[in-house]
């Protein structure tokens, strides 16, 4: 078996990687790293994320940097700045003991001014992105001319997003006799072009099969009615108790809606897309990858470069456009030697997509039925029943109140005990789910109906909306916060509320106080009538939440609303009001 000592590499990178756990190659890495150091070919490589492609570039360009130098000898180009920041974070890694080699991301939507000064100290491996270091160049503070390797990292990706005059730029900067490898997930003509264009005789290596998935991935789809979609979305998250994706949406409005409803209905979910401010990216960013959030609602373009390995599920919200797109999402997960399941929510026109991409990736997609309400009851009752197995009670902080709590508990049974228990945490969970319908399409049905597709929807499924939509309260299970179930059903009827039914006419606010505020209806209905001096103004649905809420109000109203309360204090607390709808909540 091939090993990385047998590919000559320096004994620094080896400890590195060998620190990192890397024991064997991988097979992209073990055809890329001696086709680039024994012959010094450029390389096409059709390689998805999770194949260990960074590595397969990494290696070969740390084993030929010389430290001696001041400009970069290496050039990587990645389309967004989380993959440029991780691309720069793992070659940091490898290269932990090569002494000072100084490797330096730069991107957009920061200052210039920092990354000018870096460079002027000196850079062995500059990771860009095309459009920021066509800015660099233009100000003399990149210089390309001592560049010996460059990379274009998921180059399909730079093409999609328009960078293809700025790379057409880049490369005609480099020196000619330079090596360059192009990886891609998939390989438009563009692509081909760029290499014809660009390379020297490029020998061509794939991850595996053409767009073949990894096979650590279950492919799944559900057959919904389109009306379900949200609904369905939920299900099937709560059947998973431990479940840590991404959902894949199609457009950033969709997105930041499924994220919205799903951070409404308690759970912990946050979008990515962008129209976020880079802060907002890399917060949301962080809190995914230290998992206090669990679902992340995501564009394609957004999600490139995240570096999470322990994603347990993809979710097609809405399949691709590109059917080959759904090789880049299921990809996510399934990596580094863990199992993953890519799921699709089909409705009954997009049934035929399944088959072509089964026929893209090779592998067959298993039909699965929503799960039903009961079914979602039992998993999520034996998961708390293991998390309750697995809690360590040897907590001394409780033990100076357990005599009293024994003496309280005196007189009931253990069953007692055990059922009061699980009826504590699980009880919102059970009337949620009580008597809810089913969601899956009956077998046969090809279409769907004319009544199907109206707004109301027949009263079977009118039912089990009503159900979905009633849940209230928090959950038994990790989420802590409300969880409101499907929008269309909430909202406290207190005065001043008008009806869901002319929400066109209302405006929907966000602000920054909540029920551990103890902030309710009435009381958020007194504080914007106070901070606007008492003027009176007509709410519409009202959501009190954990640590913010959100509220209706007539739109004619909403400027001077948000602006009173903007300067507003309550409990000594600095009021922060923003419209909702198209913005980021936090
Ligand atoms: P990449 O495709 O470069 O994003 O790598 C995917 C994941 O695989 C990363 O977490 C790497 O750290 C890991 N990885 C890359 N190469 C190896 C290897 N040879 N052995 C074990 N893990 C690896």
Redesign the pocket.
């Known amino acids: 078996m091939t090993t990385f000592s047998d590919f000559g590499l320096k004994p620094e990178i080896l400890q590195g990687i060998a620190e ?7 097979p992209i ?1 073990a055809k890329v790293i001696p086709q680039v150091l024994d012959n010094r070919s450029d390389i096409v490589g059709l390689a998805q ?7 397969a570039f990494g290696l070969p360009l740390l084993q030929w940097t010389d430290t001696s130098l001041r400009t970069p000898s290496s050039l990587i180009l990645a389309p967004t700045r989380e993959l440029c920041v991780q691309i720069a974070k ?1 070659i940091e890694s490898y290269s932990k003991y090569m002494g000072k080699l100084k490797v330096l991301p730069v991107y957009g939507g920061t200052s210039i001014t920092n990354q000018i000064r870096d460079l002027r100290n000196g850079v062995h491996i500059l990771v860009a992105t095309p459009g920021r270091l066509i800015d660099l160049i233009e100000r003399k503070a990149a210089d390309l001319s001592a560049v010996e390797i460059v990379v274009l990292d998921e180059a399909d990706e730079m093409l999609n997003m328009g960078f293809i005059d700025d790379i057409n730029i880049i490369l005609s900067s480099c020196p000619n006799d330079r090596t360059t490898m192009l990886f891609s997930a998939t390989m438009p003509r563009e692509i081909q072009r760029l290499a014809s264009k660009y390379m020297n005789n490029p020998v061509e290596i794939s991850s595996g099969d053409r767009n073949a998935s990894t096979n650590q991935v279950e492919h799944h789809y559900y057959y919904i009615r389109e009306r379900d979609r949200y609904l369905a979305l939920k299900r099937i998250v709560d059947y998973y108790p431990g479940i840590y994706g991404i959902v894949f949406c199609k457009t950033k409005l969709d997105t930041q809606r499924v994220a919205d409803k799903l951070m409404e209905d308690g759970y912990n979910a946050e979008p990515l897309h962008g129209d976020l401010s880079q802060q907002q990216r890399d917060r949301v960013m962080d809190k995914f990858r230290h998992k206090s959030v669990s679902l992340l609602v995501a564009t394609d373009v957004a999600a490139r470069g995240i ?1 999470v ?1 322990s994603l347990t599920h993809v979710i097609n919200y809405n399949l691709p456009d590109e059917t080959e797109t759904y090789t880049h999402r299921s990809g996510r997960t399934g ?2 030697g863990k199992t993953g399941i890519s799921l699709v929510l089909v409705n009954t026109k997009e049934r035929s997509k399944i088959r072509q991409i089964e026929s893209m990736i090779k592998k067959k997609f298993e039909k699965k039925l929503i799960p039903e309400g009961s079914e979602i009851c039992r998993v999520q009752l034996f998961n708390l029943i293991d998390k309750l197995e697995k809690t360590d009670a040897m907590d001394n902080d409780i033990e100076p109140f357990l005599p009293e709590i024994f003496a309280r508990f005196e007189n009931f049974t253990r069953e007692d005990l055990i059922r009061k228990i699980v009826a504590e945490e699980f009880h919102r969970f059970l009337v949620y789910y009580q008597n809810s319908a089913s969601l899956n399409v009956p077998e046969g049905s090809d279409r769907e109906s004319g009544r199907d597709s109206d707004r109301g929807g027949d009263r079977r499924d009118r039912g089990s909306r009503g159900r979905d939509g009633d849940r209230g309260g928090d959950r038994g299970g990790d989420r802590g916060g409300d969880r409101g179930g499907d929008r269309g059903d909430r909202g406290p009827r207190s005065s001043g509320y008008k009806g869901g039914n002319d929400s066109d006419n209302f405006a929907r606010v966000f602000i920054n106080c909540g029920k551990m505020d103890e902030l309710n209806p009435q009381r958020l209905m007194g504080i914007v009538n106070d901070a606007g001096n008492g003027q009176r103004v007509q709410f519409g649905r009202i959501e009190i939440l954990d640590k913010f809420s959100f509220f209706e109000i007539e739109k004619s109203a909403e400027r001077n609303v948000l602006d009173s309360l903007n300067k507003f204090e309550w409990k000594n607390r600095r009021i922060k009001a923003e419209p909702s709808e198209k913005r980021g909540r936090r």
């Open positions: 990192l756990g890397y024991e064997t190659p991988t890495q994320t999770g194949t260990g492609k960074t590595a793992d570096d390995d990596r580094a």
